[in-house]
Each structure stands twice: as structure tokens, then as C-alpha cells.
């Protein structure tokens, strides 16, 4: 190995220049990209110029920073209405890849990408596996499901790197585990819950992971986890246990990420505005203290991904961190601004579920849904009133359960257990109750 080889191999920082900025030279840069991208999104796309022009904002209103407030919140809506390219911001001739959202509340959004969305995804993601640890001579392994919407950006960030990686995906669990035994694989990504699944199947086969493989990193993304998973997670792979953070509207993974100090997730900064806002007011919060985070891709070639409202409520400082890295840290997610539950690393509504119990005349208008944590996995159970139920016999009740089943696999893309019941059975609204306290969850998951 050259001299320079090792040099490069044992540097702190993937990209110090970028990821030590000093802070007031990286807002600086923040600003001209922020001028830039929102000049290109005005110019290139219909439905943008149109939000700005309902908020009385042009361009040239962008002076500072703060001045991002002027600008129009993006919500979920304005996405959807948009489809499927009234976002867009450059030609077809441009784009080399396409996502898109999970499409739980609807139609999935495609999210556009040109060579140059695609090399900064990379370059963000190289950032995260470099300041997790992880280096040339490691062999990553994908855990994250493929395809729409996808965790890929991950792969594209290791190889980026100079890391291996085994896209193996999510499904035929007892194969998984022995490629990370077999190929040495010393670090895997995927969702908390599914980390501790593994590990459990593992075990079923005498297999130890951390006695049994070369395991020692861990990044967890796709669905909240308390700081009281990281040592479950630790003491079931082996591993050192890291939060990451990422959107499909942004393509995925690589906004933020923890270091080794752990204290909140690094926001790749140059890349990406992050606001922190009263869900309520939409004004913003102060430095620390809890909001819902606002997004904006401030490097996208092909979308006007501009102030996007996530939902995610999180916390926001700028706080120095003793990791040297000068980029905002956001706190872990605690919760949805709106009744959201992510369920198995699905973003589920209630209002979905009842969207498909409408569908069946038997139902009498009152659900109740439970989540549970069983065998470290996401359990969902749907308990639907029905009108007559006694009148229905045994085998009537059984097949109405596995049509309902199916309906919500089908609309929602979680399989849940259901379970019939008398009408007025269930829990009904009260009122007093704060409008993200949903009557029809019940969340049993500990936190
Ligand atoms: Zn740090």
C-alpha cells in the first residue's frame, strides 16, 4: 500500500474541508446555494412559481438566511399534486435515476435524480460510513429492503468509500445471516426492529452473532428508536449501534447521522437546510428545543425540494460537537406532527385503515389499531366493530378477518392481525384530547 493510500485511509474525515467548515463560512455557502436553488426551481418549475407566487416571494427576496422563511412550506399535497413531474427542474435528457416516496397516503412521488443528485447522495452517505467507523477492508451488508422507494443511496455512499457491500436486502432471513458470517462481513445496515430479528433467527441456529461473526458496526435507520435500543442492539449483533436518518422525498438515506459521540445526528449541511419549527405557529424554535424538521435540498439538479414539512418532530442545534464536525446536529425523532405511526419502517395513518374498513359492509364505523413489539418486530392488530357479529357464524367471521387482512396489505402494506368485535366495543373519541393524541392507536411499543 502507498504512502498516500495509507494516509487516506486513516484520515478522520471523509471530506474534512466540507465537514469541519467553520460555521459561518458553511451558512455562507448555505445561503448561495439557497439563492441558487430556489432562482432554478422559480425558473424551471410551473408548480413552484406558483407556490411562491401565492406568498407574494420571488427569488431575489432570499437576502439572508432567515429570509428561507418568506418562502412557501412544501407540504405532502403540493407533492402529490404535482406528479408526476411538476417539481421537476431540468429535462428528462438529465435524469439518470428515479425513486420515489413509499406511498402510503397515496400515489408514490417520484423523486428525479441527474448524475449530479446522484453523486451528492453518494458523497453524503460516503460521509456517514466513514464518520460510523467504517473504511476500505470492511464489508458492508444491506439490509434495507430494494427497489421503490430504496435504501441503495447507502451502497452508492460505502462504494463511494471504498467499502464493499453485499446488497442482500430484507426476506430469506437464515440466508442473510450466513453471508454475514460466512463473507466476514463486519457492518450492516437496516431497521432496528429487523437488526434484532436477525440476531433472534440467528440464535434459533446456535448462531452467536457477536461470538460467531466479524460484526462491529451498526446503522439503524427507517423507523425511531430509543436510546435504550442501542444497547439491545449492541448486545444482540455486536455491534456499535448508530442512528441514521433520511427521506424518500430526498431519495433516502444520508441527511444525518450520528458520530461516535452520539449526541444527535450530523446534517450534512452543505447540502441540506434544516429548519426546526412549532408544528403549530410554523415559526421557528429555538436552538435544542422540540419542533417538527423543515427540509430543504439546497444541491438538487432536478427537484424544487424546497422547505418540505416532514412531519418528523426532532430538535435542532448548533452546538459544537467535540467530533470536530461544525454541521447541525438534529435530535432523535420522537414523534409524528400529525397521527402518523410507523409500523414495520412504514409510515401508516389511521385514516388509511379506515379507508379500506368502509370498503366492507359489515363494518359499523369504529376501529381501534394496536402495535406491538413481538419478537423484536412491529405487530400491528386491527380491531374492527361489526355490525351483527353474533349473527355471523364461525367460519363467516373467519373469512370477513382474512378479507379485511387483505385489504389493508393491499392499501397500507402491512399485514395485520384482526380481530371482530361488537359495535360500541371499542374506545371512541373524547373530546379534550390533543389533536396528534389519535383515540384509534394504541401503541404498545415501548419507547
Ligand atoms: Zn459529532
Redesign the pocket.
Known amino acids: 500500500m502507498s504512502a498516500s493510500r495509507v494516509a487516506a485511509h486513516e484520515r478522520q474525515y471523509f471530506d474534512d474541508a466540507h465537514e469541519t467548515l467553520e460555521p459561518g463560512a458553511l451558512r455562507a455557502l448555505q445561503l448561495e446555494r439557497l439563492q441558487r436553488v430556489v432562482a432554478r426551481a422559480y425558473e424551471r418549475s410551473a408548480a413552484y412559481r406558483d407556490l411562491c407566487r401565492a406568498a407574494g416571494v420571488v427569488p431575489n427576496h432570499i437576502c439572508t438566511l432567515d429570509d428561507v422563511r418568506r418562502l412557501p412550506f412544501l407540504e405532502k399535497a403540493a407533492l402529490r399534486d404535482a406528479y408526476p413531474a411538476g417539481l421537476r427542474t431540468c429535462g428528462l435528457d438529465e435524469i439518470i435515476e428515479v425513486h420515489s416516496t413509499s406511498g402510503t397516503t397515496g400515489k408514490p412521488t417520484p423523486i428525479w435524480a441527474t448524475r449530479g443528485d446522484m453523486d451528492a447522495w453518494a458523497e453524503r452517505n460516503a460521509r456517514t460510513m466513514w464518520m460510523v467507523g467504517l473504511r476500505p477492508g470492511d464489508l458492508l451488508q444491506n439490509c434495507f429492503g430494494y427497489g421503490l422507494p430504496t435504501s441503495i443511496g447507502l451502497q452508492y455512499g460505502a462504494q463511494h468509500a471504498g467499502i464493499g457491500v453485499v446488497p442482500a436486502g430484507i426476506g430469506r432471513h437464515e440466508l442473510l445471516i450466513d453471508l454475514i458470517v460466512d463473507l466476514g462481513v463486519t457492518a450492516v445496515c437496516t431497521t432496528p426492529s429487523y437488526g434484532l430479528f436477525l440476531a433472534d433467527k440467528a440464535l434459533e441456529r446456535g448462531i452467536d452473532l457477536p461470538r460467531d461473526s466479524r460484526l462491529r458496526v451498526g446503522v439503524f435507520g427507517a423507523e425511531p428508536w430509543p436510546e435504550s435500543g442501542r444497547e439491545r442492539l449492541a448486545a444482540a449483533l455486536g455491534v456499535d449501534a448508530f442512528n441514521e436518518y433520511g427521506m424518500g422525498e430526498f431519495l433516502g438515506p444520508g441527511m444525518a447521522a450520528e458520530?461516535p459521540?452520539k449526541r444527535g445526528m450530523?446534517v450534512w449541511s452543505d447540502h441540506l437546510l434544516v429548519e426546526c419549527v412549532d408544528p403549530e405557529t410554523l415559526e421557528p424554535v429555538g436552538d435544542g428545543e422540540r419542533g417538527e424538521l423543515v427540509w430543504t435540498s439546497l444541491t438538487s439538479e432536478s427537484m424544487a425540494m424546497i422547505r418540505y414539512r416532514s412531519r418528523d418532530i426532532s430538535s435542532l442545534t448548533w452546538e459544537p460537537?467535540?467530533?470536530g464536525?461544525t454541521h447541525p446536529r438534529i435530535g432523535r425523532i420522537t414523534g409524528r406532527s400529525d397521527d402518523a405511526l410507523s409500523i414495520g419502517g412504514l409510515i401508516v395513518f389511521p385514516s388509511q385503515i379506515e379507508e379500506v374498513l368502509v370498503r366492507f359492509d359489515e363494518f359499523a364505523n369504529n376501529f381501534c389499531m394496536v402495535v406491538e413489539l413481538v419478537d423484536n418486530l412491529d405487530r400491528l392488530t386491527v380491531q374492527a366493530e361489526v355490525r351483527d357479529l353474533a349473527g355471523l357464524t364461525a367460519e363467516a367471521r373467519e373469512a370477513l378477518a382474512r378479507r379485511i387482512a387483505a385489504g389493508v396489505k393491499t392499501g397500507v402494506g402491512v399485514t395485520p392481525r384482526v380481530e371482530l368485535s361488537d359495535p360500541f366495543s371499542l374506545p371512541r373519541m373524547t373530546s379534550g384530547q390533543g389533536k396528534t393524541a389519535c383515540h384509534r392507536v394504541d401503541d404498545r411499543r415501548p419507547c
Open positions: 458520530c459521540v450530523h460537537c467535540p467530533c464536525r
